[in-house]
């Protein structure tokens, strides 16, 4: 019997694009997971901004999310947000867990991209202390891991069983075989504003905020 697992799916969604919601969905069939939290990130004053405001970031994210029922937004990271400093994903996950308990499965998703990555982030080795790690594939990111630490993390951590992932609350990778979807947030915000049409990117409802919007120089 599988117990539920619930998953979150952090970034900054800037904007929101089918490269983050089509492998999310597959990934969803294929380790049977019954609900994703879509976590818009924080982001301190002093960083690089987005382009959209968090508020238009969160309007998309709503009308991105109102066709697929899989997923909900968790805004923990912006209604938490300490103004001089970015939220960690460690810490977004233990104020999950103070408030859920150490019984519940949780997982949190990442693309290819994050993933080799991950020695940049603070406390990395520490993730799965409080969720499993599952990874979309995404082109242009090689599978091939090359940092030593990271690669050895996840010779200890990895398993190909979908029931590891249901039957601890955490601790395990999953590297899933998700569709690639050639999309980033970066190409998008330079098509718009080439003047280049982007319908095929993103759900027609965020599609057509961007344009009312004049999102992006749109
Ligand atoms: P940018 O193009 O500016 O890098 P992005 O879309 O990659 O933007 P985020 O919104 O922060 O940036 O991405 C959130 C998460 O989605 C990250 O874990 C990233 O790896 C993953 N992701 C984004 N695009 C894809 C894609 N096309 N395929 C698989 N995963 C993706």
Request: proline share 7%; charged share 15%; hydrophobic share 35%.
């Amino acid at each position: 019997m599988s117990i539920e697992l619930t998953a979150l799916f952090g970034g900054t969604f800037d904007p929101i694009h089918y490269g983050h919601l089509l492998p999310v969905i597959a990934l969803a069939k294929e380790v049977n997971l019954t609900h994703v939290s879509l976590l818009p990130n924080y982001i301190p004053p002093h960083k690089p901004q987005p382009v959209a405001t968090t508020e238009q970031r969160l309007d998309m994210l709503r009308l991105a999310i109102s066709d697929y029922p899989l997923f909900s937004i968790d805004c923990r990271e912006i209604t938490q947000a300490k103004s001089e400093r970015p939220s960690f994903t460690i810490e977004t996950l233990q104020s999950w867990r103070q408030e859920h308990g150490n019984e519940k499965n949780l997982a949190f998703i990442i693309g290819q991209d994050s993933l080799l990555n991950l020695p940049s982030w603070y406390n990395w080795q520490k993730l799965l202390d409080y969720c499993h790690l599952l990874v979309c594939q995404r082109p242009g990111y090689s599978q091939q891991i090359n940092d030593p630490q990271l690669k050895q993390w996840l010779k200890a951590h990895q398993t190909e069983s979908v029931d590891d992932l249901h039957q601890n609350p955490n601790g395990f990778i999953y590297v899933a075989h998700t569709p690639l979807k050639n999309i980033s947030a970066t190409e998008i915000k330079q098509r718009i504003q080439h003047r280049q049409d982007c319908q095929a990117f993103l759900p027609p409802k965020v599609w057509q905020y961007i344009q009312n919007h004049h999102l992006y120089n749109a």
